[in-house]
C-alpha cells in the first residue's frame, strides 16, 4: 500500500482501440492497487469509465472516479484540479500521460506542417504546463506533492518525425525546471522515458499508418531492444510511476528515468 491515502491525478487514463493495456490506464490500476484515491481524466469520458471499473475490481483497491477533459483548453485542466481538490481535499500526484506523434500528423523536417506541429505541441507539453500551472498552487499550499511526465527515449535518439521528438525533449528541461523551482516547498518533479513499448497507441497507430499487421510490427520493435529482444509493457511505466510516486522516491527530483530495455545504453552502436 505505497500511495495510501494519497490523492492521484492521472491524465490520459483511457486509451484508443487496439491489443491490449495502455501506459494510462496500467497507471491507474496500479496506483489503485497501492491504495490511492485516482481522478482518472481524459477527453473520452467513455474510456475513463472502463478504466474505474477495471481497477474497481482490484482487492483493496482505492476508490477511483472518471472526468472528462480536454488538455488542448487551459480552463479544462484547471476545473480538473478544481474538482479534484474538492472533491479528496488535496492533491498528492499529478500524472501527465497523454501525447501522440503520428496520430497527429507528426512527419519529417521537410513534411512538417504548422497545424500538426501546433496540435502535437498543444497535446504533449502545453497540456502538462496547463495542468501543472494550476496544480502548483494546490501543493505548494500543502507542502508536498509529486509531479510525473511521460517524456520518451525519443527525446535523445533518433527519431525521425520533428514534432513528437521536440515535444518530448521539452518535457524533460520542463520538468527540470518545475522540479528545481518547487524543491523549497516539498514538490518533487520527475519524467519517465518509455522505450519500444507494447500498447495500443505505440503498436497498433503504426500497423494503420503503415497498413501492415499488428504482429509484423510488434516482432520489428521486439528486434530492436536489447534486452530479451522484446519490447516493454505498459506495466513497466505503471511500475516506473508507482515507484517516483512513492514516499521510496522521497529524495529524487528533477531525474530522467529510462524504461527502455537497455535501448539508451545501445545508442550510437
Known amino acids: 500500500m505505497r500511495l495510501q491515502n494519497k490523492i492521484a491525478i492521472v491524465v490520459g487514463a483511457g486509451q484508443g482501440s487496439g491489443t491490449g493495456m495502455g501506459n494510462g490506464r496500467a497507471t491507474v490500476i496500479r496506483f489503485a492497487q497501492e491504495g490511492a484515491r485516482v481522478?482518472?481524466?481524459?477527453?473520452?469520458?467513455?474510456?475513463?469509465?472502463?478504466?474505474?471499473?477495471?481497477?474497481?475490481?482490484?482487492?483493496?483497491?482505492?476508490?477511483?472516479?472518471?472526468?472528462?477533459?480536454?488538455?488542448?483548453?487551459?480552463?479544462?485542466?484547471?476545473?480538473?484540479?478544481?474538482?479534484?481538490?474538492?472533491?479528496?481535499?488535496?492533491?498528492?500526484?499529478?500524472?501527465?500521460?497523454?501525447?501522440?506523434?503520428?496520430?497527429?500528423?507528426?512527419?519529417?523536417?521537410?513534411?512538417?506542417?504548422?497545424?500538426?506541429?501546433?496540435?502535437?505541441?498543444?497535446?504533449?507539453?502545453?497540456?502538462?504546463?496547463?495542468?501543472v500551472k494550476h496544480a502548483l498552487p494546490v501543493m505548494r499550499e500543502q507542502k508536498s506533492g509529486v509531479i510525473l511526465g511521460i517524456s520518451s527515449l525519443a527525446a535523445w535518439e533518433k527519431y525521425p518525425y520533428v514534432a513528437y521528438k521536440a515535444s518530448k525533449a521539452a518535457m524533460v528541461t520542463y520538468c527540470q525546471q518545475i522540479a528545481i523551482q518547487n524543491a523549497e516547498h516539498g514538490i518533487r518533479c520527475n519524467v519517465i522515458l518509455p522505450g519500444l513499448m507494447d500498447t495500443p497507441m505505440a503498436v497498433d497507430t503504426r500497423a494503420r499508418h503503415a497498413n501492415k499487421p499488428r504482429a509484423e510490427i510488434a516482432a520489428m520493435r521486439d528486434a530492436r531492444v536489447p534486452l530479451r529482444r522484446k519490447m516493454g509493457t505498459a506495466w513497466d511505466v505503471a511500475n516506473a510511476a508507482l515507484f517516483l510516486a512513492s514516499d521510496e522516491a522521497n529524495f529524487i527530483t528533477g531525474v530522467q528515468l529510462p524504461v527502455d530495455g537497455g535501448s539508451l545504453v545501445d545508442i550510437g552502436h
Open 39 to 131: 481522478l482518472c481524466v481524459d477527453r473520452d469520458l467513455k474510456s475513463a469509465e472502463e478504466t474505474v471499473a477495471i481497477a474497481a475490481k482490484e482487492t483493496n483497491a482505492g476508490e477511483c472516479a472518471a472526468f472528462e477533459a480536454d488538455v488542448t483548453r487551459e480552463a479544462s485542466m484547471k476545473a480538473m484540479i478544481d474538482h479534484c481538490k474538492a472533491k479528496w481535499g488535496r492533491i498528492d500526484v499529478l500524472h501527465y500521460n497523454v501525447g501522440f506523434s503520428i496520430a497527429g500528423g507528426d512527419a519529417p523536417p521537410t513534411e512538417i506542417t504548422e497545424d500538426a506541429f501546433d496540435r502535437i505541441l498543444t497535446v504533449n507539453l502545453r497540456g502538462m504546463v496547463m495542468a
